[in-house]
């Protein structure tokens, strides 16, 4: 059992996991994409990073709605 602050967007997809209804100030965290700097630069840590951003971007909305709601 535990509590975790995280986007809805990935809670909302796991079943076993539950909403809670908080009062909470809206996020001011960033999302970072990290990679060591030896492998930055290889086709599969590329390529992996890219995704990530590109699934980051496309639940932007979503994510700035949802702040919205519960501030």
């Known amino acids: 059992m535990g509590l975790a602050r995280m986007p809805c967007y990935v809670a909302d997809a796991e079943p076993d996991l539950q909403r809670l209804d908080l009062t909470r100030p809206p996020s001011t965290w960033g999302?970072?994409?990290l990679s060591h700097g030896d492998l930055r630069s290889t086709a599969r840590v590329r390529v992996c990073r890219e995704f990530?951003?590109?699934i980051i971007e496309r639940q932007r909305t979503r994510v700035e709605e949802l702040e919205s709601i519960y501030a």
């Open 31 to 33: 999302v970072w994409v």
């Open 52 to 54: 990530q951003i590109d």
